[in-house]
C-alpha cells in the first residue's frame, strides 16, 4: 500500500489556476502541519485538501519527480 496522497490548496485560498494537484507522502500517523510535495512545494494543513484519489490539475514537477518529496524550494506556500 503506498502512502502517497493528492494535496492541493483548499477553494478560495490560492487561485484556481495556482490549484494544482500535487503529490506528497502521507505520515504514518497523524497529519503533518506542513505538505511537501514532490516537487518542493509547502502546503500548510490548515488550507490544504488532501485525497487518496487523484483529483484536479496535476503538478507536471511532482509527476516528474524521481522518488518522492523534494526540498522545500523558496518562495513556496
Known sequence: MTRTVVVRFAFGIVSEASRQAHLAVAPEAGI?????TYCGVEIPANVAEVSAQPSGMPCMGCLSAPGGPARPRLGSG
Open 32 to 36: 503533518p502541519e506542513r505538505w511537501l
